[in-house]
């Protein structure tokens, strides 16, 4: 079985409506996928690290990561 999440996406895409019956290979597949990365706690620990690294430049700045992120304009 593919793991790979373009799978899932191209399936409904070709699928429309139907997607739900014909994309239940690839579903499984993908939640498979997911659930590995749920269950291991290396990437829990990547996460929470990151995590903590924005909340404390959140609350050093009081500006969230995602406004922190955004391009200025480039003309004013």
Same mark, same amino acid.
């Given at each position: 079985?593919?793991?790979?999440?373009?799978? @899932?996406?191209?399936?409904?895409?070709?699928?429309? $409506?139907?997607? $739900? $019956?014909?994309?239940?290979?690839?579903?499984? #597949?993908?939640?498979?996928?997911?659930?590995? %990365?749920?269950?291991?706690? #290396? @990437? %829990?620990?990547?996460?929470?690290? /990151?995590?903590?690294?924005?909340? /404390? /430049?959140?609350?050093?700045?009081?500006?969230?990561?995602?406004?922190?992120?955004?391009?200025?304009?480039?003309?004013?």
């Amino acid at each position: 079985m593919a793991r790979d999440p373009a799978d @899932f996406t191209k399936c409904c895409k070709d699928s429309g $409506v139907l997607m $739900v $019956v014909k994309c239940r290979k690839e579903n499984s #597949a993908l939640k498979d996928c997911l659930t590995s %990365y749920y269950k291991d706690p #290396a @990437f %829990y620990e990547e996460c929470k690290m /990151e995590y903590l690294k924005e909340r /404390e /430049e959140f609350r050093r700045t009081g500006i969230p990561t995602k406004k922190r992120l955004q391009k200025l304009p480039t003309s004013m």
